[in-house]
């Protein structure tokens, strides 16, 4: 090829790179302009919607990280960081970027702010030993300034805290300072370490023994290594304490928040008392980070910092803003991330009511609160009953004008509650409740409490609860008189299907034997005779009816597995007999293994000729021993005790012989005593099955001396529930409902030594919230009341009036008494939610003092 043709060749390549080069200039500059569009329109959406969808934030950081354009990026972080608190990965990110780019002392003096910032978000080991690689590139004062912040809090965390240590020692070893003092200080600040039950502290002792032994001679007095040695072994023992904790919250998926939370909760409960203030504290800020959108774990927090012990005081030294922090930062801090959770805000009213701020500071809590879209009436029910009981409570109700404050902003509360929610608005009538209490209590309106409480009462089935009656009896005989209360008792004595007829007749007989005359009394006494009467008899047929149900399907159902069983038979017979002519044999087969499914239950080594002192036991841990079961039941003489076996090995059952045959007794009445967890079935020995129950333990019948609570927090325990109904009067009895494995199921019987005490603990405890559940107590009748039925259809119109359907329900607008209304424009009335522009804090401030 001629030179020429070369020429032509290179200048025609040389084109074709320029083109490609403008080509993807091009194509660079239409992607940064799409980009920039991008940012602009994600702008303008997150203006539009008010910054309240974190994914915009989102969208917006990683456009202009895109874009790789700075100012972009720190537009985005600060419009984010505004709106939400963020997350430390997302500040890891851009404070990368910020150290990048810094230069001058100013620049990483603001840098330093911004890692400020990012830990006040959210407790992060990863973003502190970050912050402490900074403290060597800034003055001494300010490097001092970083050390007093991090060494305190997260020298603390337990997997990674001793990286902070360690970080420290480094930095301080390379400072000007005489050796001797260096050397001291750094020993003192090993001994800190050490006494802290930090990971793989076994390294960290070996390399305090290396470091003292190197620089001993330079030590004024010598160290006693002893001392310390035995202060280190007591670590080491709460380290074997805290570790299996450690290990359960390193093995949970990130999204079990739930189950974090219950970890750390029973962390905190087992090791507190072993630990350093700010150890636990910090438990609690590593919970909200790694649970950050659930309620409980702030309220937890919140209630640890209000908990604590007065005489606790954080280190002069100690800068971290984290033990600085009072119950209302933390509540604050909790509905940045959960700012939909009631809970919360009905805390933070509490704290700001204790902390004696004015009234419009908490106004302005309630007036956040309902900017909030629920998709469901109760936490913003919960919220307006938290602010109307304040409201009362600040009330003088000597001044007329006070007072019509407080009737508006109840209005106001069921006005826009039953126009946002229409028919579901507060179904069990809260709000009426408590204002119809306070017209009544302390308005002294009698006219118009009743007029709210006989809305309450036409509402949903709170027809059916005789505690509602007895309440608003109890309202009337103080407010208007024994006639007006005793016109409530004969209005509720009748309404069918009480939920607990059997206490308000108790408690109509005692009203009349202390407010009523003797033919009042009679009086009295034949109705409720005839009330029960009907009562029991509508009970037995319906008991009747359902037993017979029951056996029914049991028939049927057994008749069903029959036919299967044999249909089952008569195929594998076929295809035996088809294929070997082996009819006999198979039938052989079908003998043996029935014989061998009716015997592979019994144990070949259970002795049974001393059947009369022995008792069946069940659902028992497969490897109990006898040494185990004398130590459970320390009460009998429990000689042997046999495993009966099953064809997999142990089967969780056996027999237990027991030194006399008086002693059975003594043993059915330790039945379900709970043994590692789990609670243990005592009941005769019989070779038949259905004759080893000693009789059911429980009644079935009425039992006017004990209640039957249900809705109880799984976390209560006896001792609780004694506390709280031991008011009511002397208690005989307490038993929580478990599952076989000792699990509480919400539910329980308490027998009280009086009939009148069962009665008062009803009265009183009924639907009142204990340990976070709102609990319903009865007499006692075996089976449950069935509630399916809200009136029966032959209920007499004169009865039915008092009674209002779910499916016929009046608006709750009109549950207010027409003296209370307030006269609305038309078009006002047909609004709903959907239609109706947000109101702004101005306008509702104007709603809330009008």
């Known amino acids: 090829m001629s030179d020429q043709d070369e020429s032509m060749n290179e200048t025609e390549s040389e084109e074709h790179e320029e083109e490609e080069e403008e080509d993807s200039s091009s194509e660079s500059v239409d992607e940064e302009i799409k980009l920039n569009q991008n940012f602009i329109n994600t702008l303008q959406k997150i203006s539009i919607e008010q910054g309240k969808n974190y994914d915009d934030f989102i969208l917006l950081l990683d456009i202009a990280y895109d874009l790789n354009d700075l100012d972009k990026i720190r537009q985005s972080i600060e419009l984010f960081s505004s709106a939400f608190p963020l997350s430390p990965d997302i500040w890891l990110k851009y404070l990368s970027v910020e150290l990048t780019v810094a230069q001058t002392d100013a620049e990483l003096e603001q840098i330093g702010k911004i890692f400020q910032k990012a830990l006040d978000d959210y407790y992060s080991i990863d973003v502190a030993l970050e912050y402490a690689k900074l403290a060597s590139k800034v003055t001494v004062e300010k490097a001092k300034e970083i050390w007093d912040i991090l060494l305190p809090a997260y020298g603390y965390e337990f997997t990674k805290g001793r990286l902070i240590w360690e970080a420290w020692r480094e930095h301080f070893d ?240 069921w006005d826009t509650l039953g126009r946002q929610f229409g028919n579901l608005a507060d179904p069990n009538c809260e709000i009426l409740k408590l204002w119809g209490t306070i017209e009544y209590t302390k308005i002294n309106d009698y006219a118009r409490g009743k007029q709210l409480w006989n809305s309450v009462m036409e509402s949903n089935e709170n027809p059916l609860r005789t505690a509602l009656w007895i309440e608003l009896v109890q309202l009337e005989l103080k407010c208007r008189g024994a006639d007006a209360a005793r016109s409530i008792l004969k209005r509720a004595i009748k309404i069918n299907d009480l939920n607990d007829v059997v206490s308000l007749i108790s408690y109509w007989n005692r009203f009349e034997r202390c407010n009523g005359t003797l033919e009042q009394l009679k009086d009295c006494q034949k109705v409720c005779d005839k009330t029960l009467q009907q009562y029991q008899k509508r009970n037995f047929k319906k008991d009747f009816t359902n037993n017979k149900r029951k056996t029914d399907d049991t028939k049927k159902d057994g008749k069903r597995k029959a036919d299967n069983y044999m249909d089952e038979n008569d195929h594998k017979n076929k295809k035996l007999k088809d294929k070997d002519g082996a009819t006999e044999d198979f039938q052989k087969l079908s003998i043996s293994a029935t014989d061998k499914i009716n015997s592979n239950t019994t144990s070949a080594n259970v002795d049974r000729t001393n059947e009369n002192a022995q008792v069946f036991l069940s659902n028992l841990d497969t490897n109990i021993t006898l040494a185990k079961l004398q130590e459970t039941f320390p009460e009998l003489n429990i000689i042997k005790f046999e495993m009966a076996s099953n064809r997999k090995g142990k089967s969780g059952y056996g027999f237990a012989e027991l030194s006399h045959e008086n002693d059975v007794k003594k043993a059915l009445d330790l039945d379900r005593r709970p043994m590692d967890g789990r609670p243990v079935f005592i009941s005769l020995c019989e070779r038949d099955k259905s004759h080893r129950q000693k009789g059911f333990k429980y009644s079935t019948t009425i039992e006017p001396n004990k209640i039957f609570v249900k809705g109880i927090s799984y976390d209560a325990t006896e001792d609780d529930l004694k506390k709280l109904f031991g008011e009511c009067g002397i208690i005989n009895s307490c038993r929580i409902v478990t599952n076989k494995f000792g699990k509480s199921k919400g539910i329980a019987y308490i027998e009280f030594e009086e009939e009148s005490s069962a009665k008062n603990a009803v009265i009183k405890v009924d639907q009142k919230e204990f340990m976070g559940k709102k609990m319903t107590v009865a007499i006692s009748e075996p089976p449950a009341h069935d509630k399916s039925k809200v009136l029966p259809a032959k209920t007499p119109v004169s009865d039915q009036k008092n009674f209002v359907a779910r499916s016929d329900q009046k608006s709750r607008i009109s549950f207010i008494p027409a003296s209370v209304q307030k006269a609305q424009h038309p078009s006002q009335q047909s609004a709903t939610s959907s239609n109706q522009p947000a109101k702004s804090n101005d306008d509702f401030r104007k709603m809330l003092m009008k």
């Open 174 to 413: 390379k400072t000007e300072l005489d050796s001797s003092e260096k050397v001291r200080k750094i020993i003192k600040k090993y001994k800190e370490e050490l006494l802290l039950p930090l990971s793989n502290m076994s390294a960290t002792y070996t390399s305090f023994r290396e470091y003292l032994e190197k620089n001993d001679s330079q030590l004024e007095k010598k160290f006693d290594r002893e001392a310390f040695d035995v202060e280190v072994k007591n670590t080491k023992k709460i380290l074997q304490k805290v570790l299996p904790f450690e290990q359960k919250l390193a093995k949970l998926d990130d999204k079990a928040h739930r189950e974090r939370v219950e970890t750390f909760k029973q962390y905190i409960a087992e090791c507190a008392e072993d630990l350093e203030e700010e150890y636990v504290q910090v438990l609690y800020e590593r919970m909200i980070t790694a649970c950050c959108l659930n309620e409980t774990a702030w309220i937890l927090y919140v209630n640890f910092i209000q908990n604590r012990s007065s005489e606790w005081k954080p280190l002069e030294s100690n800068k971290s803003k984290i033990f600085l922090q009072t119950d209302l930062d933390i509540i604050n801090r909790g509905l940045r991330n959960c700012n939909w959770s009631a809970e919360l805000y009905v805390e933070k009213m509490r704290i700001l009511e204790a902390n004696s701020e004015p009234r419009n500071v908490i106004q302005s809590v309630l007036e956040e609160a309902v900017q909030i879209q629920y998709n469901s009436p109760e936490p913003i029910v919960k919220i307006w009953i938290e602010y109307l009981t304040y409201l009362s409570r600040v009330t003088n109700f000597s001044d007329e004008k006070q007072i019509e404050i407080l009737r508006n902003n109840f209005n106001l509360a």
